[in-house]
């Protein structure tokens, strides 16, 4: 099959639930208190002015580098961040369900704390089998989210190949592209995943080399938002998974 000549993924700009997140788990909270279903959680405006950030800075590629097609999440601040980003540029976006947040069914909404004082039997089972294959009840494993990323990068290959494609999605998301696009194993993958928060709106791109493969040449990059005055929020803030 055929590759793409390049691949970024973008995390959406910071939400509002990144921002109740961080205060509860400052505070021993048990419970985020969110407002919103997952998928109608909106950007914060810090979220907003680090899209637009990340709008500068593909306005500022040259033009044999632009993406030339974009694929959004379908949840809000994934689609109001590609929105912000390509507003003027042209590029057409679509939005596809694959790319949706990884569902952690009755643990959603929890703090960490929150997840060892009320489910500590999941907490266990957690640490048997490993983050990578863990499925909380009603929820997803990682290999669920690879399983359905895998899927979308054959359509896209099959459907844009030669060209540059430009993905707005979330954190789990990231690290998993690097899994299925790199040949990772699980280790490998987990070990990045202990090593770095994926920060909002942080870029990662590879493009294709002399042989046509693609290869990383930049991951969880916030330079464009210092650079626009965007303020990257800190690693502290970022909201990540309860479990």
């Keep these: 099959m055929a590759e793409l000549a390049g691949l970024w993924i ?23 208190g969110l407002d919103h279903r ?20 593909l306005a500022a590629l040259p033009p044999r580098r632009r993406p030339e097609v974009a694929v959004t999440s379908p949840y809000l601040r994934a689609v109001r961040t590609a929105e912000l980003a390509l507003e003027d540029t042209g590029v057409p976006l679509s939005r596809d369900e694959r790319l949706r947040d990884r569902e952690l069914g009755i643990l959603d909404g ?29 929820g ?15 359509d896209l290959r099959r459907d844009h190949a030669g060209q540059r494609v430009l993905l707005f999605g979330h ?15 699980e280790a490998e993958l987990m070990a990045l995943t202990r090593q770095h928060v994926i920060a909002n709106c942080a870029i990662t791109g590879w493009s294709a080399d002399d042989d046509g493969r693609l290869r990383l040449d930049g991951f969880n990059e916030v330079g464009h938002l210092h650079q626009q005055g965007a303020h990257p929020t800190r690693e502290d803030e970022v909201r990540a998974e309860p479990i």
């Design 10 to 32: 973008v995390r959406h700009g910071e939400s509002t639930a990144n921002v109740a997140a961080a205060r509860a788990e400052s505070a021993g909270a048990e419970l985020i």
């Design 38 to 57: 997952d998928a109608d959680v909106p950007l914060s405006p810090t979220g907003e002015e680090q899209a637009r950030a990340t709008g500068r800075w």
């Design 110 to 138: 929890l703090t960490p704390h929150g997840v060892r004082a009320r489910y500590p039997d999941e907490e266990a089972r957690r640490r048997r089998l490993g983050k990578f294959y863990y499925r909380p009840p009603g």
């Design 140 to 154: 997803e494993a990682w290999t669920d989210v690879a399983l359905r990323l895998r899927a979308l990068l054959g």
């Design 171 to 185: 954190d789990a998301l990231v690290f998993v592209l690097r899994y299925l696009v790199e040949g990772l194993t």
